[in-house]
């Protein structure tokens, strides 16, 4: 548990930044994400999971040595 939550608030915490550092160029990104089809949004939501479970087992899988 302590774990996810760990996790969680780094995710926050890097999420957070971008915002923070160059606002403008996350407005317009977020203006141009909301502009997707239905379908472009499921198959970006899809790459990104895949990415963010692709880090977990390598890392799980580097820690076990």
């Known amino acids: ?3 996810l ?3 969680f608030g780094l995710m926050l ?3 957070g930044l971008l915002p923070l550092v160059f ?3 996350w407005r317009e990104t977020w203006q141009r994400i909301a502009q997707f089809s239905d ?3 499921r198959f970006l939501g ?3 999971g895949a ?3 692709l880090i977990v ?3 799980s899988f580097l820690t076990d040595f």
Do not use: F, H, R, S
Request: hydrophobic share 60%; charged share 10%; glycine share 8%.
């Open 5 to 7: 939550a760990l996790a």
């Open 39 to 41: 379908g472009q949004i």
């Open 57 to 59: 087992v390598i890392v």
């Open 51 to 53: 990415c963010g479970l």
């Open 13 to 15: 915490l890097l999420e």
């Open 23 to 25: 606002p403008k160029q």
């Open 1 to 3: 548990m302590l774990t």
């Open 46 to 48: 899809m790459l990104l």
